[in-house]
């Protein structure tokens, strides 16, 4: 079965520049290919005008709902974020505060409309802070109804006060890449068994 | 098909003594009987004698190994605690390293001994702190190999500096019930599809 | 000695509609005034367009190099932000990261152009969160040059689950009004002596 | 005038090996004694007997009323930490669940018992965590009255998912020695100013 997935990079920069947080998410969606789980692009919140607050729908200009309709029509979310001040990204929070809405939103049988849907996250910094980072978005994610499979994270952050980029790296990291295909391998199993077999009515 | 659940209780106190945390563990054991979960009872750390360290066995005397051997008998993993400061209890950080020994454990076709496990979280204290120790907690042991189901928390704090404890009040409450049954539902399908259907070979 | 604070409010919300963060930091605004602490109003990041960004000035219509210097221009910088998730607010995080710059800034001492001066926190919820939110604005405000208070943070929060705002409670708490004064009074001290005795230059 | 600090090593190894968190300590404590700061020796938890509770005196057999007393002599007060799946470690938050009884105990003024003094952080880990660990430490050690002072942390971390320990490296990191020399600095000067100009009374 064709499974898809959709990732949002909440790098603080355009698509005008290059991202560490893109590379490697590149290379989760590559690995996420190979268990059968085809790509639908990346979008950076950097390129789009996604507004504060906690609705679905800020209105008029508001670039959100398009990039909800991504998020429910993938069977895997995968949000890549750097690290700044050991702290997801105020774009990854921003999408954080938006994904609050499903908490107000039901499906016909009652469930959260997010449900069934597997979240990956892949982080990037110069240092120190992915850990925490996950710890924030898997909170996050699963508290607005993903599901996170086993080692659903892959990461990459340099030595303390180094300022290395990932993607400076021209092979990439070795151990990171050990990481991502365990995250898709492991992701892509979880979201074929929940497209399959959803969980139960509300 | 029968699952079984197994729950820690890292309260800092022994069971001479009552402990909320047992209160809202045994409403979730209960809840996931009614999905066909059979709790294997529930251990309170402070009972035993964990020692510091993080391998499986850290010699005579060590609690840790009959402990590991129930976590590893069990579908459900379930673990709670009773916020400190903010934080998860000195007992669950504990818990925590001694799961860590599983980074350098393998089943016989190359993967994590704890995968196919699904984990699901209580939390309790008079005020505060109940989703960061969750996000502790689930980052943590998915960092292990648990799988963390959608809703996979369930707990009761107060209103700020107020000093009531969730055993004080006779009903309990409404909303907890509510987030209990929900992480119960779901992480009892999770863990049945997991038991039928098991991660992929390293 | 007469002393300044200045105070960002980071909720999601405009001016044009009523915050409870808002509430909590006026509270400490006329605390701080009864230790000789004037304040310099209050910025609601929601009216102004901060710019994505890890530098002082992103360029054209950047609303933070006006706000950066108010900040400069204060002995107290408080820092107030609603909970989402869990966690502070995106613009919170925003605030956080164009603070990030000082680490490449000096004045002609050699010394983080924000020294000496001292931060406080206040954070408001429906319900839980408030101590993690602290934890993550007092690493963040040290890393980047602001010194911490003993108890140097107020907060309200809500029962789990509950749905009631600060704003709509006419007297406040009384506990909450405790540690606001506990938090003024203890960082007027510590702004007073910081701005009489400079740490050393770099 | 003369400043003593006291410094809590959290490792899980007892003295009968060696440890990284203690490198960083004696590195810290080093940098403070050239501030007139004159250390009072370090103690390791794991060779202590420190009882889970939240009193001051848990009881017969209970190390922690000796440790307390060390800690309320000094005006600096070092909390070493090693890192343990991205959080601190076990016995770092069992010091902070004794430290919370300081919430119930005043000093002749009605102020909390460890007033005026300032506290400083050390992490270490093979990778990834010191931000966090610090964010931790820093909100509950402030909770429970104690003055953070600008850049109050040092830390040494490896690349992702290395196994390199700080121990390990002969001359150490010429970052990590700046930030320690940086933390000392700025921590004497601050326990120097609360020596001499006391908080006010409660």
């Given amino acids: 079965m064709g499974l898809s997935a959709f990732a949002l990079n909440c790098s603080l920069k355009s698509s005008a520049e290059s991202s560490s947080t893109e590379k490697l998410l590149d290379e989760l969606l590559f690995a996420l290919e190979e268990h059968g789980v085809s790509g639908h692009g990346t979008v950076r919140i950097a390129d789009c005008d996604v507004r504060a607050g906690v609705t679905s729908d800020e209105g008029s200009g508001d670039d959100w709902p398009a990039i909800r309709r991504q ?99 021209p092979a990439g990291s070795e151990k990171t890449h050990a990481a991502t295909k365990l995250a898709a391998a492991q992701g892509a199993h979880l979201a074929r068994l929940l497209a399959g077999h959803a969980y139960p009515a509300g």
Same sequence: chains 1, 2, 3, 4.
């Avoid at 892949?122 to 993903?146: I, M, T």
């Fill in 71 to 169: 998020i429910l029509a993938a069977d895997i979310f995968v949000l890549g974020t750097p690290i700044w001040l050991g702290h997801p990204s105020s774009h990854a929070q921003r999408v954080l505060e938006r994904l609050d809405a499903f908490h107000g939103e039901q499906d016909d049988q009652g469930r959260m409309v997010s449900l069934d849907r597997v979240a990956l996250v892949a982080v990037v910094g110069n240092e120190d802070g992915a850990h925490h980072v996950a710890a924030e978005l898997f909170q996050g994610l699963n508290d607005v109804g993903f599901t996170i499979p086993a080692n659903g994270m892959t990461y990459w952050v340099g030595e303390a006060m180094h300022s290395t980029d990932y993607r400076d790296l």
